[in-house]
Each structure stands twice: as C-alpha cells, then as structure tokens.
C-alpha cells in the first residue's frame, strides 16, 4: 500500500477545510439497508476524518451535517439525524476534549430541537479551552440565509446611524456572518459524485479549490482525505494573477 502521507507536503496543508458530506443514503441502499443506516456509519468517518486533520495539523474543519433544506425529508429520518447529532456528541465529547479539538456550530441554531441546542452547547462549552482542531458543525445551516441574516444586520446598523451605507466593507460584511471568527476554507470536498456547491458557504469559498469525489461519505476515510490534500497541493493558487506573478514569489 502506498504511504500518501508521506507524500504530503507538511509546509502546505489546508488550514481550513470544508466538506460536504454526501451519499450516506446511497450507500445504506447499495447494501440493501435503511438510509440511516448510512448516517449511522457516515459517524464513523466523520471520527476518522477529525482525527486524521488533527494529525495533518488543520486548524478548521467544517462538516455540513444538516441543512435547512434537510429539515423537508422523512420526519422518521430528520429525528434520526437528530438523535445521532446528539449521541454522537454526548459520546464523543470526551475524546474531543481530550485531543484539543474545540467544536463550534453554525447556523440557524434556534431551529434545533432544545436537546440538540443543549448538548451542543455543553459541548463546546467543555471543548472551549481547546486550542488545536477547530471543528465547524453546520448545523440547519444555509448560506443564502446567513447572508440575508447579515444583510439585515448591517440594514439595521444603517437605520439607527451607526453606520454608513456608503462606507460598508467587506470586513463589515464578514463581521456578521456565522464564520466570522474563521477563515475562509482552502480546499472544500464533496463525496458522492455531485459536483455542486449546494447552499455551503457560498461567500467564504470564492478562492477555495473545489475537490469532487464519487467515493460515497461512509466510505470516505483517512487515505481518502490524504488524496483531496494531495490533489490540492498540486493546484496553482492564483487569486486572479498571473501564473507567472505566482511562480515569482514563490521561488
Ligand atoms: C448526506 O447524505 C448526509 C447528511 C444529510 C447527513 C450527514 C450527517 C452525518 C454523517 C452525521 C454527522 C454527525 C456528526 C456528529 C457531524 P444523504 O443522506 O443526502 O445521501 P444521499 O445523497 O445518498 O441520499
């Protein structure tokens, strides 16, 4: 078996990345199962890729585990997202605590149910003093909302004259989304063959290289991710410049 961690250039890894985890229903079905089944093992991966960024050194990792559009599926199969959501957490937290991982949530967490909100809260409330992974749930999580949400925070700012409208700026802007506190994603994959951004983090992955795998997300673990960086790495950044400006100041 080839070792494609050693091929990783450790100078270069990703400080943050996205991903949209995709295909567990696909997968239960393939094995004749129930598409929880699916989630239920999409967990597993979700602990093996955790684990593997913290050793890779990523210093976020967000995971979109449930968007606002998930909440129109089966209510059978919305419960059972909810419920993993909240075992899952209620069992791992100790681990994660213990491996310098601090969790974080995005998105409309008012819409979770209160369980959710409370074991997420205790979770990051214990992970609070962690300073290696940052993990980003997103969790009824849509971009185009967050970006609404902003606008309408910044609407509100200009209404009661604190600030200009005129002298809005990105940094503003930024400031009132759910991912201020981070940067933007370098590198966001999506498992399960779809090459689409979805409503995930439409704003932060302007610069991102976009990474598609067929590899459905149950199946996606540590050598898959050491294949996304690698892929990664051999990408140009350029960020509208000219190869030949890159390769400058680089050498
Ligand atoms: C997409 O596959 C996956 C989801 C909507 C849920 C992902 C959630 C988990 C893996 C559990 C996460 C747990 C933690 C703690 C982060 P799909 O159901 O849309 O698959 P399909 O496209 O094949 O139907």
Redesign the pocket.
Known sequence: MTDLKSKIDPSRIPSHIAII???????A?ERGQE?VY??YE??V??REIVNTCGELGVKYLT?????TE?WNRPKAEVDA?ME??VN??RK?VDDLKKNNVKLHVIGDFASLPEVCQKEMNEGMEITGENTGLNLV?ALSYSSRLEILNASKALASKVAKGELLAENITEEDFKSCLDTCNFPDPELMIRT?G?SRISNFLLYQLAYAELYFTPV??PDFRKDNLFEAVLDYQKRERRFGKTSDQIQKTTV
């Open positions: 985890m995709d295909g567990n229903g696909r997968w079905k598409r699916g989630h999409g967990v991966s979700v995971l979109y585990a449930f968007s998930n997202l993993l959501l899952t957490i791992e749930l399960s779809e459905h997300w």
